[in-house]
DNA sequence: CCGTCCTCGATTATCGATAATCGAGGAAGC
DNA sequence: GCTTCCTCGATTATCGATAATCGAGGACGG
């Protein structure tokens, strides 16, 4: 439905138990790559088939889970590949959100954004690396929603399942700490209301990461990939 | 299910019933704004109401209709804020496609565009609008195909609904050989095999005939209603 | 007259049951 | 011993029927 459900209209099986699900698959309950039984949600939840496969669908065009005809469906397993591949995608992105959002971004949104960076210091003195990235994503996503445009907003969230992927293959080899404060160019940059250096900005933050990411991978071994 | 089924595994209705449905929206039998009942659906098919709540389903996840709960399915109407949203998120990813096709691009591919472009030219010739924003969407397809990463190819058909849509508001301010035309600088970049050049080309493709589109539209202020 | 409440047909959401399909494991043939 | 075929339990796909919800139109009170 596009959803988002920012209004009312609760209460429907089907999107009750996407949420529930989907729950289940960010804490790890369902880990990648295992099977979701039709037949078990039914009876865990005392509800009929018919949501459920629905749910799970929506689930599908969130790329959360894969499924094939006959075979049902199961947690989608991110490879590294598509993970690589993500990065470029996700660079220009960002880059049209930073342009898009820097001439319009209220003080609200920029104390919002402070607030993130804040909140990611905090979790990075607890060594707490799950807060950094849940704290990093939404500094992302507030961008993304002063950016005011729908369409780049729904975008960059269908990329959600493999942003989330990272926490899995992020072995930390960079220290929380330039995570965190590689997003103060950002800020300022949206401070100064700068579109190009906004959009530079946020370009070289998730590039920067991504060429990390993968001349660290390099050296053990990486399957499939030409130079 | 990511499915694009290039395999095998025919014969599921709702996949069945989801090709059927979306040909006959792009066909315009159902207009935009058009409800779809499944109710006539099922009847229609002879098949039950659960397979037609899932074909729905799909074709609401590839954002050619949208619904809301107890109030079904409706075909989407695009309007012109969300096509002007449109651009820049589409600039960006051609941008990449060119980019990372130009290095990887083969004979064989180059030569398919070269076809596209020849078909352009030879609907041009008969005036037939519809066969050169055909051959038009399949050219820039060509590329991302070309580009060799399933995730961003995924995300630009995502914005088949908006690119289609096109049509409906692209009252010919633009003279139809000049839309052909301007493909043959992606395709001599490719032939250069120059990603920033073939990045470069692409985005302008696009934002030209974004600019294009919303000057020429300043002036009626119509409010998403084709006369 | 005008606004509120209620009823009712149309439609969607969910259910419980049946049919079709899959894959693992065992039997039969070589 | 190995392959092929077949059976069977588990699971998905589809069906037909029921419950819940919506919105238009009419009755009612002011």
Redesign the interface.
């Known amino acids: 439905?596009?959803d988002g459900t920012g209004g009312l209209?609760r209460a429907?099986l089907r999107?009750q138990l996407r949420e529930r699900l989907l729950a289940r698959i960010l804490d790890g309950e369902f880990a990648p790559g295992e099977r979701i039984v039709e037949s078990h949600v039914m009876k865990e939840y005392g509800v009929s088939q018919?949501p459920v496969?629905?749910a799970l669908?929506?689930l599908?065009?969130m790329r959360f889970v894969?499924?094939?005809?006959?075979r049902g469906v199961r947690v989608r397993l991110i490879s590294e590949r598509?993970l690589a591949?993500?990065y470029?995608?996700r660079a220009?992105?960002e880059?049209?959100a930073g342009?898009?959002a820097a001439p319009v971004v209220t003080d609200d949104v920029l104390a919002l954004l402070e607030d993130e960076i804040e909140a990611m210091r905090a979790a990075t003195r607890d060594d707490d690396v799950h807060a950094v990235l849940v704290h990093d994503a939404r500094f992302h996503e507030i961008v993304f929603e002063a950016a005011d445009?729908?369409?780049?907003l729904e975008?960059w969230r269908?990329?959600h399942a493999?942003i989330r992927a990272l926490v899995t293959y992020t072995r930390v080899r960079v220290g929380l700490a330039d995570i965190v404060e590689s997003h103060v160019p950002i800020l300022q940059a949206l401070r100064q209301r700068d579109p190009a250096l906004a959009g530079k900005e946020m370009r070289h933050h998730i590039e920067h990461f991504g060429a990390l990411a993968f001349t660290a991978r390099e050296e053990d071994e990486s399957p499939a990939r030409p130079d």
């Not at 894969?66 to 006959?70: A, G, K, Q, R, T």
């Not at 445009?149 to 780049?152: G, H, I, Q, T």
């Open positions: 439905m596009a209209a429907v999107e018919a496969r629905e669908r929506d599908e065009a894969e499924s094939f005809p006959h598509e591949e993500m470029p995608v220009a992105l880059e049209v342009r898009a445009n729908a369409l780049l975008v269908s990329l493999e």
